[in-house]
């Protein structure tokens, strides 16, 4: 369907993808460059550190009750003080940004990988496999989300995988969608019908030429789409759904308990609350700046 | 932040004012006041409809219950007693032929909201269609008068009932809050009248519905009890989210709740409104339970289930869980106020409620590896709702950890959590089991086998439990059906272990101290006619 | 122009039938049924023949075909059914919930709107200075916040600030009542939820209008317009902002579809008998017929909402236009 009118993103897009890979060469550059951005990149660092390290790191075990130790507020024993079970808030943030980063990372790259090839599919092959395949991805997209969410909780239980699932569903088609507009682009370009006219393969057109080209708007979205996913596995969370305890997440720490404690022990909310702000403040700092770098047009003179 | 402010004084204050306004139910020596209008928050979603004869959710009782009458029911004075009063009869009766008829004389002059007099054969028709459901007719609770063998009314003003045989479990069944009396003619009409329209002989009139969202009534006039109710009217708001109900109470926008608040919001109330806050507390006839399913290896050896028991502290953790989630008393099956619940010298004999949990803990280890279950590692089915469901969760996984076992917990919403049940796609799974009036021989009915009590989801058979049941519940001397009751909470508690039980829910209502004459009971479902109540403003 | 039009529109129907089947099996693949839920929440033990006689009222027990025909010949007479869970027309249970949540949902893109294109226009014209690091840091911390947690602290901020104040914590009513029939009211229960997604809302919006304008202001004819001399205040007003507002539309367009259905949390937080809140509560009471057809109806706004931007889109850009 040629007739589709080209996103927003889209526009941007198909410009940069020519910028990509000499910009991506150069991370020196855009520390340099974008301060920032730098600020997202440190604080993304920070939360991997903590994920990777969490056992390393962890005064205590998070998921061990403390009944002699309940609703503490900060203090040199706790640092950032302990939940209604008596467990160490400060263990569980460390190895909730594990979970966070296992939950945001995989939605991100298994919902940006099948994106990534049901656009760049539906764009090269065109005709009738691009029909179908964009009626598809209409529907998942204007599908509610939520209807999803619980149906897919409500079917397998709410474990960390099924919760990953939920929330790569919807990435899917929006992935697809900038990925096959920035490719229509290509796939008008000259040379690539000069090599399908000295018959290279599919699979080597796409791989080689398309592929390479749509590498800097994917990379962009694919940094959203971590922050995004951590928001939707907190939201899941307050509504139930999310990952279940004792597992420490983010979202889950912020759901039940923290409500419940908001006024009498505010530290179980705030602490949590922060991880997520930061950690997504610093994605999407990061992201930003990668979107200036990649995108010639507004990069500043 | 509110606790940032100068409470300290108050603090101090708080204590005795809570242990004020439980020893003080605040009934004795006011004179009630007429006039106003009650705001409360219903904690629920809106309820499928107002036909409590047909539903099972407190939600339709919190809404509708005022605009009904019921024949019996639970002392609205006392709510706990054991006693049961009148409402729409003239007298409790003494039973007669050896305890197996029962004649109910009915209160003359009652007027339903359409007009028309209430007579026994409105009685009678409720009663059967509960008891005795017509084809296509739902009828949750009619298992529970598996006794009753016919009602009838016999004239105008006498309603009969007669059983197959004399039980105590009777009078308390027959005060079900959910028994609302419905007019015969209605019914006839069409059965299913009550499901989508509201006619009663309650102290309030139904004014009207805005769908999800709030229910209204207003005095009924014409009420039977002369000078009752004290209102002019209510207000009823549905709010399924706890956060908003603290808030509506704290910035006065509802005055009441009537379900019950963890702990912590009634401290966060007290805190920040001091003596504008009163609360009432009652043990609730609600308790938490864990069940094996003994078609799955290894929790068909009653070892494996006794062991799961002993790992868990209940002594020692109920007082910090009490603090957190609405759980609180330690016991058996049977409800712990009533006379005939085990003592705590009796419970400690048995397996799981030992006064030393090391001695436990170390006996619980040595019974899984005499049954090879070492090293257990198990799915714990858990329901979707937070209080005390979770609670319950997130303790278990800890204290089996203690044993060495490794639970995981699989939660799910509450259609796919039940249809796990009764599929038996479980290893083990945490329940519940919430009564309303309390009946100590019924309701532990519960924990007997599927094809006797199709509320239990342990997948195994017990004729010897189901006799020890039955005589119970024919015994009419008070002294032997505590003997047999202890027996009975022996037998599933420790020789076989088919359920493992863990604490009873504790209510807290911290309320508006405006609102005068309600008293708190066991039961959520019980008591709310608003009949009584009445505002000091 | 004409064939893109009715190409464009004969296109929804296939994803309308395919949202049709995809709801309908989910619903179903979900185990249990409203009959368990409705019987067992309260969380005592009920008898046999109740479910049985539940299941026969409703005929859940029919095939899967039978039933996913009559929802379809259902629809295409705009006949929703019965809802499972409470007996009441669908339509009267929808009708009951649309009003609020549209209500918040128009307030919050009235904010989005006026905070955004100011704002977004200012940090692109001023970009890397320090109005524009600021307007970013608030609009990125507002996408990074989970919106349910704004709105609980938010809630939180207004009692305790009453409180300190006038010694009497006060919130918004927790029943909604309908703008004709006590405005004051009205507004004091939908401005905290408009607010809270507004704020959000805008941050997204603002991002789309800042990148749009910084792309418009490189392009040659803005430059020429410079070098002609032109006032800025013209270029930005007449040139730069015209062009830049396409995308921004879009975005807007697109989140004002998505809020209809997507103020599931907003709606839990703040107590309001919406559509949200009706879909999360008809999904966990696994009411099939509620169910389908409010994400029919979901599915339909966003369907209608992309089918007009695009439209606009095409309209307003001539080189869609004339091809």
């Known amino acids: ?301 | 932040m509110a606790n940032t402010r100068a409470f300290a004084s108050r603090l101090a204050v708080v204590a005795c004012g809570i242990a004020a306004a439980l020893s003080a139910p605040a009934l004795a020596g006011e004179t009630p006041k007429h006039g106003g209008i009650l705001t409360y928050v219903i904690p629920a979603d809106a309820p499928p409809s107002f036909d409590a004869q047909r539903e099972e959710t407190y939600a339709t009782i919190h809404a509708a219950a005022p605009f009904y009458s019921t024949l019996i029911r639970a002392n609205p004075m006392d709510p706990a007693s054991p006693v049961m009063v009148c409402d729409l009869c003239t007298e409790m009766p003494k039973p007669t032929d050896g305890g197996r008829t029962y004649t109910f004389t009915i209160r003359q002059g009652v007027k339903f909201a359409d007009g028309s007099t209430l007579t026994a054969d409105d009685v009678a028709a409720s009663w059967n269609k509960i008891i005795f459901p017509p084809r296509g007719v739902i009828s949750p609770r009619q298992s529970n008068f598996l006794m009753v063998d016919s009602v009838k009314a016999t004239s105008p003003t006498t309603v009969v009932f007669h059983l197959k045989f004399a039980t105590d479990a009777f009078i308390p069944a027959l005060a079900d809050p959910y028994a609302w009396i419905y007019s015969k003619a209605k019914l006839d009409k069409d059965i299913h009248w009550y499901e989508k329209n509201i006619d009663g002989t309650g102290p309030f009139r139904f004014v009207r519905y805005d769908i999800g969202q709030s229910i209204t009534g207003v005095r009924n006039p014409d009420y039977f009890r002369k000078g009752l109710p004290y209102l002019d009217g209510f207000k009823g708001i549905f709010a399924p989210k706890q956060a908003t109900r603290v808030d509506a109470i704290r910035s006065d926008r509802a005055a009441i709740e009537f379900r019950g608040f963890p702990p912590s919001v009634r401290d966060e109330l007290k805190e920040d409104l001091g003596d504008k806050i009163a609360v009432q507390e009652s043990d609730w006839n609600c308790g938490g339970l864990v069940t094996p399913n003994h078609k799955r290896k290894p929790f068909d050896d009653p070892r494996v289930r006794r062991a799961l028991s002993l790992a868990i502290n209940r002594w020692g953790d109920a007082p910090a869980l009490s603090k957190i989630a609405i759980v609180h008393t330690v016991g058996g099956l049977t409800f712990p106020d009533s006379p005939l619940a085990p003592s705590k010298a009796q419970l400690e004999q048995i397996a799981g409620y030992w006064p030393d949990i090391n001695k436990s803990r170390a006996e619980a280890r040595r019974l899984l590896k005499e049954a090879g279950a070492e090293n257990l590692s198990f799915t714990l089915l858990n329901r979707n709702v937070d209080q005390p469901y979770k609670y319950y969760g997130i303790w278990l996984v800890d204290q089996w950890a203690k044993i060495g076992v490794h639970a995981t917990q699989r939660v799910l919403p509450t259609g796919p959590w039940f249809s796990a049940m009764r599929a038996e796609d479980f290893d083990v799974t945490v329940e519940g089991n919430c009564q309303n009036v309390v009946n100590p021989l019924a309701d532990v009915g519960k924990y007997l086998p599927h094809t006797i009590s199709s509320g239990n989801y342990g997948n195994f058979e017990d004729q010897h439990e189901i006799d020890l049941y039955n005589q119970m519940l024919r015994e009419l001397d008070k002294t032997k059906q505590k003997a047999l009751l202890l027996a009975f909470n022996k037998y599933v508690l420790d020789t076989q272990a088919h359920g493992i039980f863990l604490l009873w829910w504790r209510r807290i209502v911290p309320y508006r101290s405006y609102v005068k004459g309600w008293k708190i009971g066991p039961s959520h479902y019980v008591n709310q006619d608003l009949g009584t109540v009445w505002l000091d403003k | 122009m004409y064939r893109y039009l009715v190409n464009r529109i004969l296109l929804v129907f296939p994803t309308l039938f395919g949202a049709a089947a995809l709801v309908f099996a989910l619903m179903r693949l979900i185990p249990g049924d409203v009959c368990l839920v409705r019987l067992g929440s309260g969380g005592t033990s009920f008898s046999e023949q109740a479910l049985q006689a539940c299941h026969a009222e409703l005929g859940i027990d029919r095939p899967w075909l039978v039933q996913f025909g009559q929802f379809l010949w259902g629809m295409l007479h705009f006949d929703f059914g019965i809802s499972m869970w409470s007996g009441k027309p669908v339509v009267d249970e929808i009708a009951s919930r649309f009003p609020i949540s549209l209500e918040v949902a128009l307030i919050a893109t009235a904010i989005a709107v006026v905070l955004a294109i100011p704002l977004g226009t200012i940090s692109a014209l001023k970009q890397n200075t320090w109005i524009d690091l600021l307007v970013r840091t608030v609009s990125i911390a507002g996408i990074a916040t989970p919106s349910f947690w704004i709105g609980i602290m938010a809630i939180l901020i207004v009692l305790d600030l009453t409180q300190w104040i006038g010694g009497h914590p006060w919130m918004p009513p927790i029943d909604y009542v309908s703008l004709w029939k006590d405005p004051i009211r009205n507004l004091s229960i939908v401005a905290l939820p408009a607010l809270t997604v507004g704020y959000r809302y805008s941050a997204v919006s603002m991002r789309m209008t800042r990148s749009a304008m910084l792309e418009v202001l490189r392009e040659d004819y803005i430059r020429t317009a410079r070098a002609k001399g032109l006032l800025e205040k013209i270029i930005i007003n007449r040139h730069a902002l015209k062009n830049a507002l396409l995308p921004v539309i879009t975005v807007v367009g697109l989140e004002f579809a998505f809020l209809i259905g997507g103020l599931v949390v907003t709606e839990q937080v703040f107590n309001l008998n919406g559509i949200g809140r009706l879909m999360v509560l008809s999904v966990q009471n696994q009411d099939y017929t509620l169910t389908q057809a409010l994400v029919m109806v979901v599915v339909t706004i966003a369907i209608l909402a992309n089918l007009v931007v695009d439209l606009l889109y095409a309209w307003l850009d001539p080189r869609i236009r004339l091809k």
Not at chain 1, 8 to 22: C, E, F, I, L
Not at chain 1, 111 to 121: E, P
Not at chain 1, 241 to 254: D, R, S
Request: charged share 10%; proline share 6%.
């Open chain 1, 1 to 301: 369907m040629t007739l589709a009118a080209p996103t927003p993103t889209g526009n941007a897009v198909v410009a940069s993808g020519y910028a990509a890979r000499r910009a991506l060469g150069s991370v020196l550059s855009f520390f340099r460059r974008q301060p920032v951005g730098s600020i997202g990149v440190v604080l993304m660092l920070i939360v991997a550190f903590a994920g990777i390290f969490a056992n390393v790191l962890a005064p205590y075990n998070p998921t061990a009750n403390d009944f002699a130790a309940m609703t503490q507020p900060p203090s040199w024993a706790h640092w950032l003080g302990t939940d209604q079970l008596g467990r160490d808030l400060l263990s569980r943030i460390l190895f909730g940004a594990r979970t966070a980063l296992v939950v945001g990372v995989t939605s991100a790259v298994v919902g940006g990988a099948s994106g990534l090839v049901l656009g760049v599919g539906s764009a090269y092959f065109g005709g009738r496999i691009d029909l179908v395949l964009q009626r598809l991805l209409d529907i998942v997209m204007s599908f509610p989300l939520i209807i999803m969410a619980l149906a897919v909780v409500s079917i397998f239980g709410t474990g960390v995988h099924n919760v990953i699932f939920a929330i790569t569903i919807p990435l899917i088609p929006r992935c697809a969608r900038v990925v096959r507009s920035s490719a229509l682009a290509i796939r008008e370009v000259p040379y690539i019908d000069a090599a399908r006219a000295l018959g290279y393969s599919h699979r080597r057109i796409i791989l080689r030429h398309m592929v390479p080209n749509v590498v800097a708007p994917f990379l962009i979205m694919l940094t959203s789409f971590v922050g995004q996913a951590i928001l939707a596995e907190a939201a899941l969370s307050y509504l139930g759904l999310g990952v279940q305890e004792p597992v420490p997440a983010w979202g889950l720490m912020l759901q039940g308990g923290a409500e419940e404690y908001a006024t009498t022990a505010p530290w179980i909310a705030i602490f949590p609350g922060l991880a997520i702000m930061l950690t997504v403040f610093g994605i999407n700092l990061f992201g930003d700046a990668l979107r200036d770098v990649l995108d010639p047009k507004l990069r500043d003179r």
